[in-house]
């Protein structure tokens, strides 16, 4: 697959685009992002990455679209560990809320120029070490195994060394001065909270791309689907992040869904030599493991709940809802006489 060098231009113009018509038009006031404007936006991306998977199999064929496809719900899934960053820096940081959405479409940008690094590395690699593919493989499943056994990766915001290094260097104002990263006080220039808080977001997304971008490369090798693949899924981070922050708590199994997911991609990449797992099979396992793996914790969320509410009843009176409680609402007919 030969991409023509103004496809990519054309590619980068309309995400650019995107991104300044959501900063511009849509987000140019600062406001708390409810739940409705989160669902309808979380919609809108997904619609567009979804419709550009249709450009590619109309552009290249369904083998193309099946590997964009498989990259995109992969770092989709992948990017929900970014969302637990996300929640622990807002409340590490003391974020407003109205400043949020501000602070991660910066966040986003330079995480799409971060990837865009990372990939475009990535390829170099492979293309004149063809055995690093190899190397991806075995950190895959590396990866994984420590995933199903609860290693994660630790994140903690006061001892990121950019941070400590920003503080020491670079004056900082006391308080948040709006959606400001630098404010003019006393004639000399200050950083404000914002911007460390977009530095340590920045350097954790470092952190958590090291095992996105070998995953996308053991799907497709085309630099140009996992690109945009990646693109598309990291653009409706934002809106995904204040539509399931408050869900994520219940997601127990998703840690396991993902780890299975990696250590498939991990073993296909290191068995490519003696057998190869066709476009669709990939797509499949990683559709199939993911929607188990939530449905499975939607399920045992919801039996928790129930639980809850039995044990929680006064002197174990707790009822369901199809038991009507005939006592309390039919009188007595042994105690109620006839008149007259």
């Not at 053991?218 to 653009?235: K, Q, W, Y």
């Not at 922050?245 to 998703?254: C, F, P, S, V």
């Not at 919801?302 to 009507?324: I, L, M, Q, Y």
Request: with cysteine; charged share 15%; aromatic share 16%.
């Amino acid at each position: 697959m030969s991409v023509a060098w103004w496809i990519w231009l054309l590619f980068l113009a309309f995400i650019l685009f995107l991104l300044a018509a959501d900063l511009l038009f849509f987000h140019r006031d600062a406001h708390e992002v409810g739940v409705k404007e989160a669902a309808v936006w979380s919609a809108v991306w997904v619609a567009l990455g979804l419709g550009f998977c249709g450009l590619v199999w109309w552009w290249q064929g369904g083998v193309a679209a099946g590997e964009y496809l498989a990259g995109y719900l992969l770092e989709k899934s992948l990017s929900v560990d970014n969302i637990f960053v996300f929640a622990l820096l807002f409340t590490y940081f003391a974020v407003p809320a109205k400043y949020q959405h501000r602070l991660l479409f910066w966040g986003v940008l330079g995480a799409l120029v971060l990837r865009g690094t990372f990939i475009f590395a990535g390829t170099s690699l492979l293309h004149y070490f063809n055995w690093m593919f190899y190397v991806f493989g075995a950190f895959l499943v590396y990866t994984a195994v420590k995933m199903a056994r609860g290693g994660e990766q630790q994140v903690e915001p006061g001892r990121n060394l950019l941070l400590r290094g920003f503080r020491r260097v670079i004056s900082m104002t006391q308080d948040y001065q709006g959606q400001r990263f630098l404010v003019r006080e006393a004639g000399r220039w200050l950083a404000t909270p914002m911007l460390a808080v977009l530095l340590v977001v920045e350097s954790t997304d470092v952190l958590f791309a090291t095992d996105s971008i070998p995953a996308i490369f053991g799907v497709t090798h085309e630099p140009f689907l996992v690109f945009t693949s990646n693109i598309f899924a990291i653009l409706g981070l934002r809106t995904l992040y204040f539509l399931l922050a408050g869900l994520m708590k219940q997601m127990r199994y998703l840690k396991v869904g993902l780890a299975l997911v990696l250590g498939f991609v991990g073993v296909k990449m290191l068995a490519s030599a003696f057998i190869v797992i066709p476009v669709w099979v990939s797509l499949v396992v990683i559709a199939a493991t993911l929607a188990t793996a939530v449905l499975l914790s939607l399920r045992a969320s919801r039996r928790e709940t129930a639980t809850f509410d039995v044990a929680a009843a006064p002197d174990g009176c707790a009822t369901r809802p199809w038991e009507r409680t005939r006592s309390h609402t039919r009188p007595d007919r042994r105690r109620r006489g006839r008149r007259g």
